[in-house]
């Protein structure tokens, strides 16, 4: 049963008219980002979804290799967003795929 399983999101995919949540941790962060991503660390996830993320958007979860962002999408699903996936490979192979997209600041 697939019902049950967060859809993903191609690495090469435009997620500029998407919110992308970035769920690694405040370190991971830091050394480098998705330009425009917001950034709630999984643990604070359940907690912030709610003053930081609007349910009715296309959203994409991320972290290094994709098992958080997992997590993450099925937690935002469990909470009444409807659009969710998660980022195929995480920010390791979209930094590979699109460096374009990468921040440092």
Not at 23 to 48: K, M, N, T, W
Not at 67 to 78: D, K, S, T, Y
């Amino acid at each position: 049963d697939l019902a049950g399983m967060s859809r993903i999101a191609e690495v090469h995919a435009d997620l500029s008219e998407v919110q992308v949540v970035d769920v690694r941790s405040h370190a991971e962060f830091d050394d480098f980002h998705l330009a425009g991503s917001h950034h709630i660390p999984l643990e604070q996830l359940r907690s912030e979804l709610a003053t930081k993320l609007d349910p009715a958007l296309p959203t994409v979860t991320l972290c290094f290799s994709g098992q958080r962002g997992h997590v993450a999408a099925r937690i935002l699903q469990q909470n009444g967003f409807n659009d969710v996936r998660n980022l195929s490979g995480g920010i390791r192979m979209r930094r590979y795929a699109r460096p374009q997209d990468i921040a440092n600041d």
